[in-house]
């Protein structure tokens, strides 16, 4: 059972305009969250992460949002830009244990 | 240059011939774990390592082991690999564990016919 889940596997957005990509998770343990980018034939890097103490870490272009009662996560880039098209997987952990989404392929349109 | 290098990249086998997969880092991270990427499933957690000579299992540990001799590495070793284990696996590892980001290798596709 899929205990991260990234429901859209696609999103298409057109540069300048905001992208919003959205998880959501299962397990009321999971206690930090992050979010990677992956392109093709490299692993993934880490983007940007939140602990389930806080609802909003925000890093230049990047915000990730936390709201627990939903269980959901999201990430949202403003401006997009055109080498932000990759894949980005939402993960969470409980314990020392780590748990990926499926991914959502972005798709920035210049 | 700060990485996690694993090798081979690419490998085809056949069903019961023994692999293994090495994975290395030069940060001196406590924190090293194995994931395979399946499409529809996204990564999942194999085993993962605390510290030197402590291992666990994570999501799915059917089939692999692992070793963790020196803080540097920690091979992914397939003693009877099957056709079920063709997938895109990644090391990855962190300074002391999962509430901090993790560093990936690039990748070994492993085919197993």
Redesign the interface.
Same mark, same amino acid.
């Given at each position: 059972d899929q205990q991260v889940k990234q429901n859209s596997p696609s999103l298409s957005v057109q540069e300048g305009r905001i992208s919003i990509l959205n998880c959501d998770y299962t397990n009321s343990m999971f206690d930090y969250f992050l979010w990677y980018k992956k392109y093709p034939a490299e692993g993934p890097t880490f983007l940007i992460s939140i602990s389930s103490i806080k609802d909003k870490n925000e890093d230049g272009r990047f915000t990730v949002f936390l709201n627990k009662s939903a269980k959901h996560l999201s990430l949202h880039i403003v401006p997009s830009q055109p080498g932000d098209s990759a894949v980005y997987f939402c993960a969470a952990s409980a314990g020392n244990q780590f748990y990926f989404g499926t991914g959502t392929s972005l798709t920035v349109i210049p | 240059e700060a990485q996690?290098t694993q090798n081979p990249r690419y490998l085809i086998t056949v069903t019961g011939k023994k692999l293994t997969v090495t994975c290395s880092q030069n940060m001196n991270h406590e924190?090293m774990?194995w994931?395979r990427q399946d499409p529809?499933?996204?990564?999942?957690?194999i085993y993962?390592s605390?510290n030197v000579e402590v291992t666990?299992k *994570?999501?799915v540990p059917e089939g692999y082991k692992v070793s963790r001799k020196e803080k540097r590495n920690f091979p992914l070793i397939l003693e009877s690999p099957s056709p079920n284990q063709t997938s895109l696996y990644?090391c990855?590892s962190s300074l002391y564990?999962?509430?901090q980001?993790?560093?990936? *290798?690039? *990748?070994t596709r492993l085919s197993i016919l």
């Amino acid at each position: 059972d899929q205990q991260v889940k990234q429901n859209s596997p696609s999103l298409s957005v057109q540069e300048g305009r905001i992208s919003i990509l959205n998880c959501d998770y299962t397990n009321s343990m999971f206690d930090y969250f992050l979010w990677y980018k992956k392109y093709p034939a490299e692993g993934p890097t880490f983007l940007i992460s939140i602990s389930s103490i806080k609802d909003k870490n925000e890093d230049g272009r990047f915000t990730v949002f936390l709201n627990k009662s939903a269980k959901h996560l999201s990430l949202h880039i403003v401006p997009s830009q055109p080498g932000d098209s990759a894949v980005y997987f939402c993960a969470a952990s409980a314990g020392n244990q780590f748990y990926f989404g499926t991914g959502t392929s972005l798709t920035v349109i210049p | 240059e700060a990485q996690v290098t694993q090798n081979p990249r690419y490998l085809i086998t056949v069903t019961g011939k023994k692999l293994t997969v090495t994975c290395s880092q030069n940060m001196n991270h406590e924190y090293m774990s194995w994931y395979r990427q399946d499409p529809g499933l996204g990564l999942r957690q194999i085993y993962y390592s605390m510290n030197v000579e402590v291992t666990d299992k *994570g999501d799915v540990p059917e089939g692999y082991k692992v070793s963790r001799k020196e803080k540097r590495n920690f091979p992914l070793i397939l003693e009877s690999p099957s056709p079920n284990q063709t997938s895109l696996y990644f090391c990855a590892s962190s300074l002391y564990g999962v509430n901090q980001p993790q560093h990936f *290798g690039d *990748g070994t596709r492993l085919s197993i016919l």
